[in-house]
DNA sequence: TTGTATGCGTTATCAT
DNA sequence: ATGATAACGCATACAA
């Protein structure tokens, strides 16, 4: 590995100089300067990021914590973290598993944004109080170094049951998320007072976990005990999904027998025929956003959370009744 | 940031005990062992990875390098790669854009797994020629340090055209990949072997680019054309989708007017109506193979490149003519 | 303007 | 079995 002392040896300078040099610091004259470029260029050197690391203590990487790469909107979320992030001179890097936890407390990154339920509010609890910068998208949590950007949940699920209402639908089945899920509680919440708002209404709840399959099982349930048109509402588009599937494999027809409304507006919602009615939001605004409130953390700016909006997305999965 | 220098002197021995406890080093006693790990415990030490970097000049972390973050079967991919490096106490981390190219020579990274058009094939050499440990996913390279596990591109474009073939098509369009695609070059070749193998047979070939959008252009050329039932070979599923979308929304049936295949088996190829014929492969078996080659390759093992297999889909996307 | 020297937190060699 | 110390590559305060 060429290192800096390399440079200053064939360029007749001392280290620093050619520290100097490397980091534009006026200080040096620009022949030296060029000199000591032209040199290092020619010996294809590249500075060496853990000692700079050791040395500054920041890395310029943020992190970004999923549960898994499957997510159907990850990639625009991404894709807006690292459109901002970049612009910063920030580099972005995606991991995933418990294992990669340790990222953060080594400090190969200078934050984070999770997104990531294998991530205990404790355990970001700790890291937080150690001076390690989060950004929070799953979860609420009050710390001066964590910053929440959460969906606005409870309108979106307010706006998915009233769409049903007004369609005229009185049986109305709700297929939740894991109970460990803060957005699925935060949708069942909203759900529920619009539930008591328009009594009287059959309503019933069914337990999911964001899955497909748990999309399938529901269908069961929901075709076992179908007697009238009846509506669905999944707390994710995943689940809407596999309730999609198992009804269509079915005698009932969706849209006329199930109607099914989703959340989340993933792409395959735009090919199910009928489409898939369900709740959208800005994805990339939603990584936008989060990465420039963890650039103001870093900087030790003080901040507010903040609140992405949703809307309203009708399909034909649902029809008046 | 409390150091291996804190934990010396609250346990009253010295640093080098201390790093010797930390990494379960036989020479220091049983009692002494245990005592520093307390006093690191409490004070909820974790070492810095910049500083061990530094030292060791390894990181223990995989990168994990991508055209973007949308692609369909990057989540399998990834998954592969992951079940395999963490087992070997290896970290994963995905990055996407050019900007963050600088992890790999900077040392961020033990070593790459890249499938990524943004990096030329002189820069990855330049890395491998640098000493940097790469396996390539999407361009033959030839290098020491490098390997390649690659698609078996003929066998699948192969397998879809002897199936168009077979089921009485010899009208047959061919959306290609960009010219710059490797992959694409490669299902080329292999279709224009079967062509010449099949005269007579009318076959076009129309310049796409991957993206949904270019099957969208290659349907409004189909279209125009459109004389009698035709056989369409999408490069890639994606362009499928795209195609198949326009179709939907012209006069002719899907099957029936056009056949269409495509290679990838992404996912949404199972809700399309009628299902999608494709090639299929396994995402995850591609990943581990990957990671093992890669460890292998840091390992200074000797390795020889590697294939992966690939399967025909019939769907009824493709009928007899 | 340039050079000298120190320290970032580890690991590892050599003494003791 | 434990301790002192050098080294990894870089940035920077201070000296010249």
């Known amino acids: 590995m060429v290192s800096i002392k390399d440079i200053a040896k064939k360029a007749g300078v001392s280290i620093s100089t050619v520290s100097y040099a490397i980091n534009g610091n006026p200080k040096v004259t620009k022949e030296t300067s060029t000199r000591i470029l ?27 914590f999923l549960t898994d790469f499957n997510g159907a909107f990850y990639g625009e979320l991404l894709q807006g973290i690292k459109e901002v992030l970049n612009k910063q001179g920030y580099d972005l890097i995606v991991c995933s ?15 984070a944004i999770v997104l990531d339920t294998s991530f205990s509010s404790e355990e970001l609890l700790q890291y937080a109080e150690r001076g390690h910068k989060l950004v929070v998208l799953d979860r609420e949590l009050s710390h001066a170094n964590v910053n929440q950007v959460l969906l606005d949940n409870k309108a979106g699920a307010a706006l998915a049951m009233e769409y049903l209402i007004e369609e005229g639908h009185r049986k109305i089945y709700v297929v939740a998320g894991p109970e460990a899920s803060f957005d699925s509680m935060q949708r069942l919440q909203a759900v529920r007072q619009v539930v008591n708002r328009h009594q009287p209404l059959a309503y019933t709840q069914i337990l999911g976990d964001f899955n497909k399959s748990a999309g399938e099982e529901a269908a069961k349930q ?11 509402f999944c707390l994710n588009d995943e689940m809407a999904i596999g309730l999609y599937n198992a009804v269509k494999k079915s005698e009932y027809k969706i849209g006329t027998h199930i109607h099914i409304i989703g959340f989340d507006n ?11 009615a369900t709740i959208d939001y800005s994805k990339r605004k939603w990584g936008a956003l989060a990465s420039e409130q963890l650039l103001k953390l870093i900087d030790d700016k003080e901040i507010d959370h903040e609140r992405i909006y949703v809307t309203l997305v009708k399909g034909n999965s649902v029809r008046t009744v």
Chains 1, 2 share one sequence.
């Open 266 to 276: 993933i792409e395959l919602t735009q090919y199910t025929e009928p489409r898939l």
């Open 38 to 64: 032209a040199v290092a260029k020619e010996l294809n050197y590249v500075p060496n990021a853990a000692a700079r690391s050791l040395k500054k203590q920041e890395t310029k990487i943020i992190g970004v």
């Open 97 to 111: 598993g418990v294992q990669s936890h340790r990222l953060l407390p080594e400090r190969t990154i200078d934050g």
């Open 222 to 232: 929901i075709i076992q005990e179908y007697t009238e048109p009846v509506a669905v």
